[in-house]
């Protein structure tokens, strides 16, 4: 099956400071999305990204579909931004696409 | 909000006792989704449903039965429940067709003893 890797593992960020979450994929697939899961677990959707740049406030990605790359930035972290992120590609196969999760970036953003 | 709401929240079992975790959403989305999400594997697919009695394994489905008789409610059934099987549960949807955002409940943690 395909491969969903995510970099790096944790990461831990000064507030005001900002990252770059990157995740790479081993094969073609129809789109991508990252999700944040909060301290409360909570699963977020934050962008659904097949290919090209979403911004959404200080949050933005850029999806890479023939190089099989996508990066996730955070500008000017706060510590609402803690939590876990996850990307997932999204194959279709026989009635449905279903998502396949990378195992996610740690963050932590301190004061 | 996507109108998804898990039950129960929190769930203790004794091993070899069936459970069932119900997904419940309120506006008539066609398609639905149980992940699991374990330390170290991150969420896994375990059974998805495309309507109304239509229903299709993932990656994990072993261990594991799902139902759907009507659109606002997708059931996840174990058997009989193992100590494999403590995890956090979550429902998914997507809102818009079979290639669109997901969008997940709060989630069930159940607890195998």
């Known amino acids: 099956g395909i491969q969903v890797e995510q970099s790096p593992p944790d990461l831990i960020l000064q507030e005001g400071a900002n990252s770059t979450l990157r995740c790479n994929f081993s094969?073609?697939?129809?789109?991508l999305q990252w999700f944040h899961q909060n301290p409360w677990g909570q699963l977020i959707n934050l962008f659904y990204?097949?290919?090209g740049t979403k911004q959404n406030g200080r949050l933005s990605a850029t999806t890479v579909a023939t190089e099989r790359y996508s990066l996730l930035y955070i500008s000017s972290s706060q510590t609402t931004d803690s939590g876990v992120y996850f990307c997932?590609?999204?194959?279709?196969?026989?009635?449905?696409?279903?998502?396949?999760f990378g195992t996610g970036t740690r963050l932590q953003v301190t004061l | 909000d996507a109108g998804i709401t898990q039950s129960p929240r929190h769930k203790v079992t004794e091993t070899g006792t069936p459970v069932t975790l119900r997904c419940h959403q309120t506006?008539?989305?066609?398609?639905m989704y149980w992940y699991r999400q374990d330390p170290g594997h991150g969420l896994r697919l375990i059974h998805y449903?495309?309507?109304?009695?239509?229903?299709d394994k993932g990656e994990v489905s072993d261990g594991y039965s799902v139902s759907r008789s009507k659109t606002e409610d997708f059931l996840l059934t174990l058997e009989s429940a193992t100590s494999s099987q403590t995890s956090v549960y979550f429902c998914?949807?997507?809102?818009?067709?079979?290639?669109?955002?997901?969008?997940f409940g709060n989630g069930t943690r159940l607890t195998v003893t």
């Open positions: 998914a949807i997507r809102t818009t067709g079979g290639d669109s955002p997901l969008h």
């Open positions: 449903s495309y309507g109304v009695k239509d229903t």
């Open positions: 094969d073609s697939v129809n789109n």
């Open positions: 990204i097949p290919s």
């Open positions: 997932a590609v999204d194959l279709f196969g026989g009635t449905a696409s279903k998502l396949t």
């Open positions: 506006e008539n989305h066609r398609y």
